[in-house]
C-alpha cells in the first residue's frame, strides 16, 4: 500500500489533467452539458489532496526526501529528465496547492453558477491545477520551467477568463508580457548554470541533470567557474523569474491589474498558489543563493521595499480587491525577504499560513461583491456584518491573522521573520513599520466594508452555504495553524520538517514579539479612530494634511506611469526608429523618392518612385559594408 | 576528400535516390495535362486536382521515407556523377520540404478556388518550385545548387504574380523578379570567385583547394563569401537583405506567402548549412559575419513588426526574426548549433504554416488581412481562433509548444558551444520578448469583445473544408507534440549535420565538444 502510494505519487498532476481532458473532449463532442463539468474537477482535486495525505501518512518517521526520475529529452549530450523530487517543502506545498485549490473549487460553484462560461472555467482550473501540482513535484529546474511558464499561461486564460471586457484582456495581457520579462532572466540564469555547471552534471547520473536534489554542487561548481561576480549576476537574473511571479519591485505592475479576473482567481491564484511559485522557486534554488552573499542582499532588499512599498499603497484603495492584492504583494515581500536573510523556514512558513488566510480573505471579498451585487468600491459598502455574519466574522478572523496578533496564524509565521531581520537595523525598521501599516489597512477594509452604515444600493445578503462552507473551513488552519506549528508547549515546529541544511529553532525573541504585538495594536487603534464605530479622526483631512503622500501613494508610486512613458516614449520609439530606418532611410539614401507610397497605388506607381530600385541600391551597399566592417573587424 | 563515385553511366541507386523527385515531377505534369482536360472548371474538378497533388506529394514522401528505411547505416554517397549527395541530411531536409508543400497544397485550395479560376497552374507551379528546394537540398556541386536555385527562385516569382489579375499580386511578382535577379547576378559572381579559386565546381573538391586558404584573411576571399552569402541572405530574408519580403508576403496570394515563408526558406537554409558546413570550414570572417545579421534580423524584425496592422507584412517581418534566431547557430557553427536549426525549421515548419492557415482561412471569412478585422472572431469560430493562439505562442516561443523547445536547444546549444556569444543569445531572448507583445496583440484582439463588421457578418456554421481543416489539426498536433516528443527529431538534426562536419577539418570550438 505505502509503496504504490509512494510509486505513484506522480498521479497527483495527472488527476486534474485527466479531469481537464474530460471537460475538452466531453463539450467537444456534446456529450457535456454547458453547465457542467464541476465534479470532475473537484473529484480530481479531491483524489489529489488524499493521495497527498497517505502519502504523508506512510512517508516514515524520518521524512527523507524521495525522487524519482525518467529521461525524457535526449539532445545529443545533453539529457533532459522529468521525475517528481518530494521533500518537506514539496510536501508542505502539495498541502497547500490541494487543500486550498478543493476549497476554492468547491465555493467557484457557487460564485460561477450563472456565468455561461461555467464549465471553460472548470476546465481552465484543472489546467491550472496540473501545471502548479506539476511545477511542485518537478525535480529539476527545466522541468520546473516548463511548468512555470504554463501556470502563467493558466493564469492569463484566468485572468482574461471574462475576455469580452476590454479591462480584462489588457490585464491578462500585462500579466503575461510583465512575466515573460521575468522569465527572460530565469531562462538565460538557467542556460549559464547549465554552462558553468556542466562539468559537475558530467560526473553525474544523467537523469540527474539539473536536479534539485544535487544542486548544492552544482552551485559551488558554477562559482568556481564563473567567480563571485558573473556567479552573482547568474543568481539575480535567475531570481527575475520569482521577481515576476512573486510580484516583486519592479516587477509587480501586473498582480494588482490581474484582480480583473474571476474572485476564485484572484484567491487561488493571485494569493495562495502561483504568486508563491516564486519564493518557492527561491527555496529550490537555495543553494545557488546562499552561497553569493550578494544575491542574498539584494533579494532581502528587494523583497522588504516590497513589502512596504505595497503596504503603503494599500493605505489608499478604496477597491477591496486592489487592497487585498497590495497586501499579498506586501506580504511576498515579507517571504523574500526572509528568503534573502536566510531565514528559509520562516519564510515557507509564511508562505503557508498566508496561502490559508489570504485565500479565505480573498473568498470574503468575492462573497461580499456577490453580496452587494458585483460592487467592489469598499466607499459603497458598510455595515455588512449585519447581513452577511459568516463573511463578517471569516473576515475578521483573515484580518487578525495578517495583522499578526496572538495566537492566530500570522503572528507566528510574521514574527519569525521579523525577528530574523533582527541584526540588520535598517531592514528590521522596515520590516516592523510595513507590520504597523498591515495592521491599520486591513483594519480599513473591515471597518469600511462591515461596520458603519450600508452605502451601496439594493439590499445586501449573505451568500449560499457553497460559499461560506469553505470560508469557514479556512478559518481553521488561519486560527490555529501557527500555534500549531510554533514549536512552543511541546508542539511540534514548522523547522523541523521544513528546512535548509539542518534544523535549527530559533529560540523567541520576547522582545521582538512584544514589538509586533504591539505595532500590531497601534495599527488597528489608528484604523479604528478613522474608519471605526468612533471616527474620531476624519481620512479626508489627513488625506488633505499630507497631500503630496497621498498623492504619490495614490497614483501608486508612479510604476504605471513610468512603465506608461517607457512603453510609448522609448519602446515604440525604437520601434518607430526600425520601421523608419526600414523604410524611409532606404528611399532617402537613394534620393529618388519623394513621399510615401500608397500600397494600393498600382504597380507603376510603386516601381516608378524608386522603391525597387532602392531595395536594390541597399543590397549593393550591404554587401560593400559588409566587407569593409568585416575586413575591418577580422 | 577522395571521390567514390567512378561509374559513367546512372545507375539503379541514382535512380532511386531521386524517386522522390521523379514522382514529383510526373504529379507536376499529370496535373499540367489534367488542367487541359477540364475545361468547366467545376468545384468538382478542382478539388480533384487538389487530391492528385495530393496524393504525388504524399506518393513522393512516401518514396522518401522508403528510401531512407532502406539505409539504415545511411553511409554518405554521391549520386548522379556527384552532383548530389545522399546522405542524412538531405533526406531530413527533402522530408521537411515535402511535408511543407503537402500542407501548402492543402491549406491553398480554399483560398484559390475563391480567387481564381485557373487552380491546376498552382499546384504544378508549387511542386516546382520544390523540386528545385530539393535538389537544393542535395546538391553536392555549384552547378546542381544554381538549377536548383533557379528553380526555385523563377517558379515563385510566376507563384507571386500568380493572381495577374490584382495590382498588388503583378506588384509583388515584379518586385521579387528584380531582387532576385540581383540576387542571381551576385551569386554566380561569387560563385565564380570560387571556382576561379578552387578550379572545381564540386563541392569536395572544392573544400580540399580552399582548405589552403584557411587562416588566410584576403579581399577576395572575403568578397566570394559575401557575396554567396548575400544572395542566400535574400533567399532567408535576412535584414539587411530582407526589403522584398514584406513586400512580396502582402502582395502575393496568401499561400504564395506561406509557402515562401516556410518552404524557399527551409531549402535556403539547406543550402546555405551545406555550403557553410562543407566547403568554408573555419572561414576567419564568418562567425562576425552571421552575428551581424543575426542581430540585425531579430532587431529589425521584431521591432518593425509591433507597427504593422497587416497580418501578412507582420508575419513577414516575424519570418525575419526567426531566420535571425536561426543564425545564432551558424555563427558558433558547432553541429550542435547547426543540428537545432535543423530542428527550428522543422517546428517552423509547422507553426508558421498553420498561422499562414489560420491566416488564409481569416482572410476568407473576413474578406481582409488587417488584424483590426479579426477583432472579437473568438465569437464565432472559436476553434480557429484557439489553434492561431497555439501558433502564434509557440512562435513566440512559450512553453510546452514546439517553438519553446527549438529555442531552448538552439540557444543551449549556442552557450554550451561558445560561451563567448551569451550576450546573443540574451539579445535573442530580449527580442523574443519584444516579439510576444505583437503576437499576443494579435490574440488579445480576436478575444475582445466588440466584434468588427467582417466578424459581424459572417455567417454562424459554415462548414471547414477538409483539406484546411486537417492540415490544421496535422499543424497545431504537431506544434504541440514535436516539442514534448523532441528527442528523434533532434537525434536526426544533429546526427544529419555531424555527418557533414565530418567532411571537414575538424575546427575545434571552445567550450564543449560533442
Known amino acids: 500500500m505505502s509503496n504504490a502510494v509512494q510509486d505513484l505519487v506522480w498521479l497527483i498532476p495527472v488527476y486534474p489533467l485527466i479531469a481537464f481532458l474530460i471537460i475538452v473532449l466531453g463539450r467537444w463532442t456534446g456529450l457535456l452539458k454547458p453547465m457542467s463539468g464541476s465534479p470532475f474537477v473537484i473529484l480530481a482535486t479531491a483524489l489529489g489532496l488524499i493521495h497527498t495525505l497517505l502519502f504523508l501518512g506512510n512517508w516514515g518517521p524520518a521524512y527523507t526526501a524521495v525522487e524519482q526520475n525518467w529521461t525524457w529529452l535526449q539532445a545529443g549530450a545533453l539529457q533532459l529528465p522529468i521525475g517528481y523530487f518530494i521533500d518537506g517543502t514539496g510536501m508542505m506545498m502539495l498541502l497547500v496547492v490541494t487543500s486550498v485549490s478543493l476549497l476554492i473549487q468547491i465555493y467557484t460553484h457557487g460564485y460561477m453558477g450563472h456565468d455561461p462560461g461555467y464549465s471553460r472555467f472548470y476546465a481552465y482550473l484543472a489546467l491550472f491545477n496540473f501545471s502548479m501540482l506539476s511545477l511542485v513535484l518537478s525535480s529539476n529546474l527545466f522541468q520546473m520551467y516548463i511548468f512555470w511558464e504554463m501556470v502563467g499561461v493558466s493564469s492569463y486564460l484566468l485572468i482574461g477568463f471574462w475576455f469580452t471586457r476590454p479591462s480584462a484582456a489588457a490585464a491578462a495581457t500585462k500579466a503575461f508580457l510583465m512575466n515573460r520579462v521575468g522569465d527572460f532572466g530565469l531562462l538565460i540564469g538557467i542556460l549559464t548554470l547549465l554552462y558553468f555547471s556542466w562539468t559537475y552534471w558530467q560526473g553525474l547520473d544523467p537523469q540527474q541533470l539539473l536536479s534539485f536534489s544535487q544542486m548544492d554542487g552544482a552551485a559551488r561548481t558554477a562559482l568556481a567557474a564563473a567567480g563571485p561576480v558573473a556567479f552573482t549576476v547568474m543568481a539575480i537574473l535567475i531570481f527575475m523569474g520569482p521577481m515576476a511571479k512573486s510580484a516583486q519591485l519592479p516587477l509587480h505592475t501586473w498582480l494588482p491589474d490581474a484582480m480583473e479576473g474571476p474572485t476564485p482567481i484572484s484567491a487561488l491564484i493571485h494569493a495562495a498558489t502561483m504568486v508563491a511559485a516564486g519564493v518557492f522557486l527561491i527555496a529550490r534554488m537555495y543553494p545557488v543563493f546562499t552561497i553569493s552573499p550578494n544575491a542574498m542582499m539584494i533579494i532581502a532588499w528587494i523583497g522588504a521595499l516590497t513589502a512596504f512599498v505595497a503596504a503603503t499603497i494599500a493605505l489608499t484603495q478604496v477597491d477591496i480587491k486592489k487592497a487585498l492584492a497590495y497586501s499579498t504583494m506586501s506580504q511576498l515581500g515579507y517571504m523574500v525577504l526572509a528568503m534573502g536573510l536566510g531565514a528559509y523556514s520562516a519564510g515557507l512558513f509564511h508562505l503557508m499560513t498566508h496561502a490559508y488566510f489570504k485565500a479565505m480573505l480573498f473568498l470574503c471579498s468575492g462573497s461580499v461583491i456577490h453580496g452587494c451585487h458585483e460592487e467592489q468600491d469598499m466607499r459603497k459598502m458598510g455595515g455588512l456584518m449585519k447581513y452577511m455574519p459568516i463573511t463578517g466574522i471569516t473576515y475578521l478572523i483573515g484580518t487578525i491573522a495578517i495583522t499578526g496578533v496572538l495566537p492566530f496564524a500570522g503572528f507566528w509565521s510574521k514574527d519569525e521573520i521579523i525577528a530574523s531581520a533582527a541584526e540588520q537595523p535598517l531592514l528590521f525598521m522596515i520590516a516592523i513599520a510595513t507590520a504597523a501599516m498591515t495592521a491599520f489597512y486591513m483594519f480599513r477594509t473591515y471597518f469600511m466594508t462591515f461596520h458603519g452604515t450600508y452605502r451601496g444600493h439594493g439590499h445586501p445578503h449573505e451568500s449560499p452555504k457553497v460559499m461560506t462552507m469553505p470560508l469557514a473551513i479556512l478559518a481553521v488552519p488561519s486560527v490555529i495553524l501557527g500555534f500549531a506549528l510554533s514549536g512552543f508547549f511541546g508542539l511540534p515546529a514548522f523547522s523541523q520538517y521544513v528546512s535548509f541544511g539542518h534544523a535549527h529553532h530559533h529560540d523567541p525573541n520576547l522582545g521582538v514579539m512584544g514589538l509586533s504585538i504591539l505595532v500590531a495594536l497601534g495599527g488597528f487603534l489608528v484604523a479604528w479612530l478613522m474608519y471605526g464605530q468612533a471616527k474620531v479622526i476624519d481620512p479626508a483631512r489627513i488625506a488633505s494634511a499630507f497631500k503630496p503622500v497621498h498623492t504619490l501613494l495614490w497614483n501608486k508610486w508612479y510604476f504605471d506611469q513610468a512603465y506608461g512613458f517607457f512603453a510609448r516614449n522609448i519602446y515604440l520609439s525604437f520601434a518607430s526608429l526600425s520601421a523608419w530606418f526600414d523604410r524611409t532611410v532606404i528611399d532617402g539614401i537613394v534620393g529618388l523618392t519623394a513621399g510615401t507610397v500608397n500600397a494600393s497605388g498600382g504597380a507603376m506607381r510603386a516601381l516608378q518612385n524608386g522603391r525597387v530600385q532602392s531595395y536594390l541600391v541597399i543590397f549593393f551597399i550591404a554587401v560593400v559594408l559588409l566587407t569593409v566592417v568585416l575586413m575591418w573587424m577580422v | ?514
Not at chain 2, 500542407?103 to 480554399?110: D, G, K, N, P, R
Not at chain 2, 513577414?316 to 545564432?328: F, I, N
Not at chain 2, 509557440?394 to 517553438?403: F, V
Not at chain 2, 468588427?452 to 462548414?463: G, K, Y
Request: glycine fraction near 8%; charged fraction near 10%.
Open chain 2, 1 to 514: 576528400m577522395p571521390e567514390t563515385m567512378a561509374m559513367n553511366v546512372i545507375g539503379q541507386k541514382d535512380m532511386l535516390f531521386i524517386l522522390p523527385e521523379i514522382i514529383l515531377t510526373v504529379g507536376l505534369l499529370a496535373i499540367l495535362c489534367l488542367t487541359m482536360m477540364t475545361h468547366k472548371k467545376t468545384r468538382h474538378e478542382n478539388a480533384g486536382l487538389m487530391q492528385v497533388s495530393l496524393v504525388f506529394v504524399l506518393g513522393s514522401l512516401a518514396a522518401l521515407i522508403w528510401q531512407f528505411a532502406q539505409q539504415p547505416s545511411m553511409e554518405p554517397e554521391t549520386m548522379m556523377f556527384g552532383a548530389l549527395r545522399a546522405d542524412l541530411f538531405s533526406y531530413v531536409m527533402r522530408a521537411m520540404l515535402l511535408a511543407g508543400l503537402g500542407i501548402t497544397v492543402a491549406i491553398s485550395h480554399a483560398f484559390l478556388e475563391r480567387n481564381t479560376k485557373i487552380i491546376g497552374d498552382f499546384y504544378a507551379l508549387v511542386m516546382g518550385a520544390t523540386l528545385g528546394g530539393m535538389v537544393l537540398s542535395a546538391a553536392n556541386d555549384l552547378a546542381a545548387v544554381f538549377i536548383g536555385l533557379e528553380t526555385l527562385s523563377i517558379t515563385s516569382y510566376v507563384l507571386a504574380g500568380y493572381l495577374r489579375r490584382t495590382t498588388r499580386s503583378a506588384e509583388a511578382s515584379f518586385k521579387y523578379l528584380v531582387y532576385g535577379g540581383m540576387g542571381t547576378a551576385i551569386f554566380l559572381f561569387g560563385l565564380s570567385l570560387v571556382y576561379g579559386l578552387s578550379g572545381s565546381t564540386n563541392f569536395s573538391d572544392i573544400a580540399t583547394a580552399l582548405a589552403a586558404y584557411q587562416g588566410v584573411m584576403h579581399p577576395t576571399l572575403l568578397l566570394m563569401v559575401i557575396m554567396v552569402f548575400a544572395a542566400l541572405a535574400f533567399k532567408l530574408s535576412i535584414a539587411p537583405f530582407h526589403m522584398w519580403a514584406p513586400d512580396v508576403y502582402e502582395g502575393a496570394p496568401t499561400p504564395v506567402s506561406a509557402f515562401l515563408s516556410v518552404v524557399s526558406k527551409t531549402a535556403a537554409f539547406a543550402v546555405t548549412i551545406r555550403l557553410l558546413m562543407v566547403i568554408f570550414p573555419g572561414f576567419p570572417a564568418w562567425a562576425e559575419l552571421w552575428t551581424i545579421l543575426a542581430v540585425l534580423s531579430m532587431t529589425i524584425g521584431n521591432f518593425v513588426a509591433l507597427k504593422q496592422r497587416n497580418v501578412k507584412r507582420l508575419l513577414a517581418y516575424s519570418t525575419v526574426a526567426h531566420a535571425g534566431y536561426m543564425l545564432t547557430g551558424l555563427v558558433v557553427g558547432s553541429s550542435a548549433g547547426v543540428g537545432s536549426i535543423v530542428y527550428y525549421l522543422m517546428t517552423y515548419l509547422f507553426m508558421n504554416l498553420g498561422a499562414f492557415a489560420c491566416v488564409i482561412y481569416f482572410g476568407i471569412l473576413t474578406g481582409s488581412d488587417d488584424i483590426e478585422s479579426y477583432r472579437g472572431m473568438v465569437q464565432k469560430r472559436p476553434g480557429l481562433v484557439l489553434a492561431f493562439s497555439i501558433f502564434l505562442l509557440s512562435l513566440a516561443g512559450i512553453p510546452i509548444t514546439a517553438g519553446f523547445f527549438a529555442k531552448f536547444f538552439l540557444f543551449q546549444a549556442v552557450i554550451m558551444s561558445n560561451p563567448a556569444y551569451t550576450w546573443l543569445v540574451i539579445v535573442a531572448l530580449l527580442n523574443s520578448t519584444v516579439s510576444l507583445a505583437y503576437y499576443i496583440n494579435i490574440i488579445r484582439l480576436m478575444v475582445v469583445k466588440e466584434p468588427s463588421d467582417a466578424v459581424n457578418a459572417i455567417p454562424a456554421h459554415t462548414s471547414t473544408p477538409w483539406a484546411l481543416g486537417s492540415a490544421l489539426t496535422i499543424s497545431v498536433a504537431a506544434t504541440l507534440l514535436l516539442g514534448v516528443f523532441a528527442s528523434q527529431f533532434l537525434n536526426y538534426s544533429t546526427e544529419s549535420v555531424k555527418q557533414l562536419v565530418q567532411e571537414r577539418p575538424v575546427v575545434v570550438s571552445q567550450g564543449l565538444k560533442r
